[in-house]
């Protein structure tokens, strides 16, 4: 079975390894992950998603954040915090260090960063293939109002340094229209025999992926049924920011409303089918009637167990979706 995922960062991977324990390693997995992220701090290209993904996978990540390497140590960033060295809201530890001086290195002689994330998942060994959704430059900025003055300020600024206390007037995708899919991402989209969208945030994440220039037109006419899975239960996201970003976009922090903002394959959207939380099965007629098909099933990612559960009703909805 071909498997493609279209990934953002903690949810998504959690899910991934689930889903990796599901369909055991004869299954041929590629996730595509978002890198609208990514940022370069103290001279250091730092791609936040893609890394989470190689961690959570390779048994590095550190289980109780859910980003960053496990055991780290914080030497560096005390010694630039010595020096008055900003930013000074965005810790890289010891251990995450040599990733993105590894990176670095590799992107100034030239390789592309699909290149370069495979040579760092040589070592990490995740059980799927990663691609970054493209090796363009593409950053997610948040516009904001402070004192009547609105500005825009990177992803990360936003979530890290402001909390996203602000209101998010809007979400800008800087270079997004000018990107081109990373070498395989096409492909992945064009030979999966399913299609999963991570329950990652809508918007910043999954949002960011398709905003690049072929790969939503991909996902609409690709012959494997696309299936998603909810970030929303209840009245809140799991984890993150989707009310925030949802708020931006005009779009109600609901499990349906997210299935209407990614919008059924019937009609323009990229969805065959969807997940909900039990707690939500309240709205699973009203996704239905959009043209999409939609069951609640636990979605509270509790521990393996649980989500390697979730990865196996997404599965089954696909062939459920196949079959009708």
Known sequence: MRITVLTGGIGGARFLRGLRQTVGPAADITVIGNTGDDIDLFGLRVCPDLDTVMYTLGGGIDETQGWGRATETWSAKAELAAYGAEPDWFGLGDKDLATHLVRTRMLAAGRPLSSVTAALCARWQPGVRLLPMTDDRVETRIEVERDGRRRTVHLQ??????????????????????????????????????ILLAPSNPVVSIGTILAVPGIRAALATAAAPVVGLSPIIGTGPVRGMANQVLQ???VAATASAVAGFYGSRRDTGVLDGWLVDSSDA????QVAASGIVCRAVPLWMTDVATTTSM???ALLLAKEVRGA
């Open 157 to 194: 600024e936003y979530w890290v340094k402001l909390r996203a206390a602000l209101p998010a007037r809007s979400v800008v995708l800087v270079g997004a229209d000018k990107a081109v899919p990373a070498p395989g991402v096409l492909d992945a989209l064009g030979s999966a025999d399913v």
């Open 248 to 250: 931006a976009v005009g």
């Open 282 to 285: 309240g709205q699973v007629g």
């Open 311 to 313: 990865a196996q009703e």
